[in-house]
């Protein structure tokens, strides 16, 4: 396929149109703070209903949990001063005695008490229950002490153990407004736009210390170029992996920035609907596997910030199986593999399609060049694709109630294999986990169940090399690549340590220079 890059002329020729339709950023940003561009607005802040990456981000600076994993994936004791495995189903947690929430009240083991079951209570339909399935119940001991008991050994329980907390009472989003959430983290909700951007202010009583910034403001700013263009204004200050691949080299000659690139975990994939007729057939997933050249477009469109993925864990994981092949671009075998499925071409190399399908992604101009690619590409084995943009919400949301043929996602820092659970368990169909193409395989259901109850490492090893040889032959998603962390920064941003996640966690440490004017 030839690859169309638009000219940096056309990039900023189309930028500055837009930027200039668009409402000025508003003059009155508070000294001290940090302004981060996002792709896509947080759809919610509430912990217990924050799935898609910006939401887990941004969440992430308003509220503790009881563990937080660090920079290498390893659980770090957060609002827990202690922890451990009574027994084989039961985990206690001391809590710290000094943590206040943002409105000044203390956090007690009632409020993570509450926290957990209002997260496991049905009506809530908090996307939670899905991974607290195995908890059978939550036990305040005393103030400071709250005691988990599961219904079977689960060797992931550490993960469960990442959820924001919010005070006792806190009702879902639906009937409050997220302006109004209240937690213990590093900066407080000051102002939330929808849409626009979310302002954080620093928390002066946070228990390990103030944050050196005054204040973080997450702008939603939904076109790359516009990002770039802002960047080069002064407007905004960070970006982290939202940046169009192609701009890259304009920002490294024509601006100030810091660019620096680390190995990320997040993992690009397919989704595919499995309940649909054609798709449902294995060989068919194979063949599109087969037919999209994951190397073209890495080089051409992506400019080398991904590498192919041969599954959802990255080869740093403990528990990546490195036996599981890749899935070469070979449009012969492509063809094959329909014409075996029972979908002959039926005119040779004309322009008869053998069937059709439709592809949703977003509006942002780099996810419509990939689909444009993978259309392409998928036409030369003689498959129709229909691509169908979206606004992010419209999308999402389109995606959780399983009305798709064809999407792609990624999945942002697997730590415990357990995730898999999650992803394709029967009985984790949303909204009680993220089965969004409802993949069935009573084989794969009893792996994943004893993947959760064995406590030895070495044996998990081996159910999860399983695990990963199944879904391969199976493709229920199809891996697409993992991506690389890029960050921009402008000078003077001190202290900010980038996650292999793209968590943005380390902000609460990070300061700008005194010679710096914001």
Not at 102 to 109: F, K, Q, W
Not at 132 to 159: C, D, M, N, S, W
Not at 404 to 418: E, K, M, N, T
Not at 438 to 453: I, K, P, Q, T, V
Request: charged share 25%.
């Amino acid at each position: 396929m030839k690859f169309k890059p638009l000219s940096l002329f056309l990039f900023l020729w189309a930028g500055a149109s837009l930027a200039a339709c668009l409402p000025s950023p508003r003059p009155d940003r508070p000294r001290g703070y940090l302004v981060v561009a996002l792709e896509s607005h947080p759809t919610h802040l509430d912990p217990r209903y924050a799935t898609d990456a910006d939401s887990v981000r941004v969440s992430a600076l308003v509220f503790n949990s009881l563990l937080r994993p660090d920079a290498h994936s390893r659980f770090q004791p957060e609002l827990a001063e202690s922890w451990q495995l009574v027994d084989t189903t039961t985990y206690l947690f001391r809590l710290r005695k000094n943590v206040t929430f943002h409105d000044g009240r203390p956090l007690t083991a009632e409020d993570v008490r509450y926290t957990y079951e209002s997260a496991l209570d049905p009506a809530s339909r908090s996307p939670w229950r899905g991974p607290l399935q195995t908890v059978k119940a939550v036990e305040a001991v005393g103030a400071y002490g709250i005691r988990f008991r599961l219904r079977a050994p689960y060797a992931a329980f550490p993960e469960s153990a990442t959820l924001g907390i919010v005070p006792a009472g806190t009702p879902a989003p639906g009937s409050v407004s997220e302006t109004g959430l209240i937690g213990s983290g590093p900066f407080s909700v000051e102002e939330l736009s929808p849409g626009e951007r979310v302002v954080l202010k620093a928390n002066p009583s946070y228990w390990q210390g103030r944050p050196a910034l005054a204040g973080l403001v997450f702008r939603t700013i939904p076109d790359a170029i516009v990002r770039a263009l802002e960047f080069k204004k002064g407007t905004v200050d960070f970006i982290q992996n939202d940046i169009e691949p192609d701009m890259l080299p304009w920002l490294k000659g024509n601006t100030d920035a810091s660019v620096t690139t680390h190995q990320g975990t997040t993992f690009q994939y397919l989704g595919v609907n499995l309940d649909h007729p054609v798709l449902k057939i294995r060989e068919v997933r194979r063949a599109i596997a087969h037919a999209i050249d994951r190397e073209a477009i890495i080089r051409h469109l992506l400019k080398g910030l991904a590498t192919p993925a041969t599954g959802l864990l990255s080869p740093e994981h403990w528990a990546y199986e490195s036996s599981v092949p890749g899935l070469p671009h070979d449009p012969e075998q492509a063809k094959t593999l329909l014409d075996r499925a029972g979908f002959p071409d039926p005119d040779g190399d004309g322009p008869l399609p053998r069937f059709k399908l439709s592809y949703k992604t977003t509006t942002l101009d780099l996810r419509r060049r990939i689909a444009e690619a993978f259309k392409e590409q998928l036409g030369r084995v003689g498959i129709e694709l229909e691509v169908r943009t979206y606004e992010w919400g419209t999308f999402y949301g389109d995606i959780r109630k399983g009305n798709f043929h064809l999407y792609s996602l990624a999945w942002v820092g697997a730590i415990d294999p357990d995730v898999y659970f999650s992803l394709f368990h029967s009985q984790s169909f949303p909204p009680q986990g993220n089965n969004r193409g409802r993949y069935r395989n009573a084989d794969l259901d009893r792996l994943l169940e004893s993947g959760r109850r064995r406590l030895d490492l070495e044996e998990r090893r081996r159910i999860y090399s399983r695990v990963q040889k199944t879904l391969a032959l199976e493709l229920p998603i199809i891996p697409l690549w993992w991506v690389k962390n890029v960050v921009v920064m402008k000078p003077g941003i001190e202290g900010f340590v980038p996650y292999p996640d793209g968590h943005l966690i380390s902000l609460k440490k990070a300061s700008l220079s005194t010679g710096r004017s914001s």
